[in-house]
């Protein structure tokens, strides 16, 4: 992980920050996907190799996102 690029991130924001999204998404009639709970390991930390350096996404990361989105609209 690359501490410059990632910055002053802590998971405990993303998670509160999604939690603020899918209240918005739900006030708006909106599809939330939880993708961050896919992107984790067991300690809660993004899986390292699903980032290039704790921010950007790698392809690996982004099949996994897709496999998501797939499951999502195969339900629906």
Not at 2 to 14: D, P, W, Y
Not at 28 to 55: A, P, R, S
Not at 62 to 74: C, H, L, P, W
């Amino acid at each position: 992980i690359e501490l410059e690029s990632v910055g002053k991130r802590k998971n405990s924001t993303i998670i509160s920050l999604n939690e603020d999204i899918e209240k918005i998404c739900v006030d708006k009639n909106v599809t939330f996907m939880n993708i961050y709970d896919v992107l984790v390991n067991e300690d809660g930390e993004l899986e390292l190799d699903y980032t290039l350096e704790g921010l950007h996404i790698t392809e690996e990361g982004y099949s996994i996102i897709t496999e998501e989105v797939i499951k999502y609209f195969d339900k629906n």
